[in-house]
């Protein structure tokens, strides 16, 4: 997903302040999550982030154009691991962070785990 550093993305240090990559991997988390057909959470079923890991790889300032890319590595019962990288638009090479989240579905009364909801399971399978 194409994105562009905000002037208020930096810090006192004049460069990406490091909670800033996970908000825009949160944006194309969301933005792919949006274009999934069929239900994928409900009054019965959320997803949550159970764990955030974050490689910075090198240093991000503004202005710049960045792409966030995707990919599921791991379906669980319950979990989907998507695995992140933050690389520079017009040149993939240029990798400013890498990483991955783990999601996992639950039921937003009990808290409980609850199956993978079809939906993403279909999204996130080959073919």
Known sequence: MPSSVRWGDLDAFNHVNNAAYLVYVQEARLAWLAQIEGPWFDETMMPV???????????????????????????????????????????????????????????????????LPAAIRSACEPG
């Open 49 to 115: 982030v159970a764990s955030a890991h974050m490689n910075y790889r090198r240093q991000l300032g503004w202005p710049a154009g960045i792409v966030v890319e995707l990919a599921t590595t791991r379906l669980g019962n319950s979990s989907v691991t998507i695995a992140h990288r933050i690389v520079a638009d017009g040149d993939r090479d240029c990798v400013y962070a890498d990483g991955e989240v783990v999601m996992v579905w639950i039921d937003p009364t009990s808290g409980r785990s609850v199956p």
